[in-house]
């Protein structure tokens, strides 16, 4: 005889953890309108910085005799949003994306909550992928959120105009909202790796912190390698190698090749990582 399986009337498993519940309850989390904040005060900050200074760079060639991306920070609004991507990107982006996909599921072991979610009844792979897709879509925010926040308060301190570049020549002012838009999209995607980390720690321990220290750690080890030159050709392979490739989307001809390949590594390991973490949360003990 073939099982029967009893389901309650109107019971849907796609309908249960609705994305618009699960948002608003990471949203309403106070790290969340705390990780907003610091975000959106950075830019102020290094105007405040450029105020005190003097100016980037501390001389009309930064010093060293090479103009860079930071001594052209206050040529106009679009100059200004490129710096605070470039101070940020390597570090303080890293982080959102590991808070938001490290936190979503320890967090609810850690408050003993999960097995409630379970139970209510939610599919693991439906609480997997709600938690995920949400967390994606707040790491995606916080990165709108840095340059559209410079962008803005750069224009009205310095105004609006091309986008200045290093090595010379300019930018057309109509094409530097679309080529920053380019760089976000590219940082998004080289940051998947982090978030691919964070989310399958999360799926692994009840520490929050330990999946985001983790995430984080673990990333910062893919910088340290990269900056081994003694590994030469095999960098390629490493996710931090590709992570300033979107200084090519900055040039008078736009240039894909260093970002595709970005691209492709930092997708190839997400994916593994998300397909490791639906994996082991599907045979995985709940009891908390």
Not at 62 to 81: C, P, Q
Not at 201 to 207: F, Q
Not at 252 to 279: C, D, I, N
Request: hydrophobic share 55%.
């Amino acid at each position: 005889m073939s099982a029967v399986t009893e389901v309650a009337p109107g019971y849907r498993a796609s309908r249960t953890l609705p994305l618009r519940v699960e948002a608003l309850r990471q949203w309403r989390r106070r790290r969340t309108l705390v990780m907003g904040g610091v975000l959106a005060a950075l830019p102020f900050v290094l105007m405040t910085a450029f105020a005190v200074g003097g100016g980037p760079g501390g001389g009309p060639n930064g010093g060293n005799g090479r103009i860079t991306l930071i001594d052209t920070a206050t040529a106009s609004g679009a100059n200004f949003a490129a710096t605070c991507l470039f101070v940020s990107a390597g570090f303080l982006l890293v982080v959102p994306v590991a808070l938001f996909c490290g936190d979503t599921v320890a967090s609810e072991a850690s408050w003993s909550s999960l097995r409630y979610l379970l139970a209510s009844p939610v599919p693991r792979a439906r609480l997997l992928w709600s938690k995920l897709v949400v967390a994606l879509g707040f790491s995606l925010a916080a990165m709108v959120l840095l340059p559209a926040v410079a962008l803005a308060a750069g224009t009205a301190a310095y105004g609006w105009g091309p986008l200045k570049l290093p090595a010379g020549g300019s930018l057309a002012a109509a094409d530097t909202v679309p080529r920053l838009a380019l760089v976000v999209a590219f940082v998004f995607v080289s940051q998947l790796v982090t978030a691919g980390l964070a989310f399958w720690l999360s799926t692994r321990t009840d520490a929050p912190l330990g999946a985001v220290g983790g995430a984080v750690g673990l990333t910062i080890v893919g910088n340290v390698l990269d900056a081994v030159t003694a590994l030469g050709s095999w960098r390629e392979f490493l996710p931090a190698h590709w992570q300033f490739a979107w200084a090519d989307a900055l040039q008078p001809h736009l240039e894909w090749g260093g970002m595709v390949k970005g691209a492709a590594v930092s997708v190839s390991y997400a994916l593994v990582l998300f397909a490791l973490a639906f994996r082991g949360f599907a045979r995985k003990d709940i009891v908390s």
